[in-house]
Nanobody
Framework: QVRLVESGGGLVQAGGSLRLSCAASGRTFNGMGWFRQAPGKEREFVAAIKWSGGTRVHADSVKGRFIISGDSVKNTVYLQMNSLKSEDTAVYYC??????????????????WGQGTQVTVSS
């Protein structure tokens, strides 16, 4: 059974930092990523990492503030979030993909998902 378990969400003041973690079990994947969904909005891509070659992609909205990293042996991915803004408030979801080729930013290309962790940034 495939499981993705996120941790590390919470309440933080604007300008602060949080680190999200996600551990996958049940199988290995080609890559993992993070998406987020704010109330009334669609789920949006945040960042992804491909185990082969270590390729990373970050959304423009978080580039320079968030950094994705991971450990392919442990099947674990992290999201270091710095300089948080109120607009970063959302439920953050960990996702995993077996898709080959370039990293995708589409939720449809990620077949396994975690339950989500709330990140709230107060201004």
């Amino acid at each position: 059974q495939v499981r993705l378990v996120e941790s590390g969400g919470g309440l933080v003041q604007a300008g602060g930092s949080l680190r999200l973690s996600c551990a996958a079990s049940g199988r290995t994947f080609n890559g993992m990523g993070w998406f987020r969904q704010a109330p009334g909005k669609e789920r949006e891509f945040v960042a992804a990492i491909k185990w082969s070659g270590g390729t990373r992609v970050h959304a423009d909205s978080v580039k320079g503030r968030f950094i994705i990293s991971g450990d392919s042996v442990k099947n674990t991915v992290y999201l270091q979030m710095n300089s948080l803004k109120s607009e970063d408030t959302a439920v953050y979801y960990c996702a995993a993909t077996n898709r080959w080729g370039p990293l995708s930013q589409s939720p449809a290309d990620f077949g396994s998902w975690g339950q989500g962790t709330q990140v709230t940034v107060s201004s």
